[in-house]
């Protein structure tokens, strides 16, 4: 069985920043592809950043510039530095991660709250 369990969130003001993190655990062979999610009341589930196992990253054109995702793998975790935040941000964040394991396929965690005051 393999978890998500993602920290980090909060309440901040605009301007502000937090770092999100979200770490795997359970019988993982190994991690591909991590990335985190964002879903905003009414609206739909949105890609935020993603990272391969190698480093490369794909970012969202709304947080270019502000966020950076990285990731450990000894430790089987995936990062989300989030700078210069917006009331736009706020949204519960999911982490997701691509997973060979018994059962591979994609995993998600339970979703982080973060909320950007004006």
């Known amino acids: 069985q393999v978890q998500l369990v993602e920290s980090g969130g909060g309440l901040v003001q605009a301007g502000g920043f937090l770092r999100l993190s979200c770490a795997a655990s359970?019988?993982?062979?190994?991690?591909?592809?991590m990335g985190w999610y964002r879903q905003a009341p009414g609206k739909q589930r949105e890609l935020v950043a993603d990272?391969?196992?190698?480093?490369?990253?794909k970012y969202a054109d709304a947080v270019k510039g502000r966020f950076t995702i990285s990731r450990d793998n000894a430790k089987n975790t995936v990062y989300l530095q989030m700078n210069s935040l917006k009331p736009e941000d706020t949204a519960v964040y999911y982490c997701?991660?691509?997973?060979?394991?018994?059962?591979?396929?994609?995993?998600w965690g339970q979703g982080t709250q973060v909320t950007v005051s004006s």
């Open positions: 990272i391969t196992r190698g480093g490369s990253t």
């Open positions: 359970g019988s993982i062979f190994s991690i591909n592809a």
């Open positions: 997701k991660a691509e997973v060979v394991s018994v059962i591979t396929g994609d995993y």
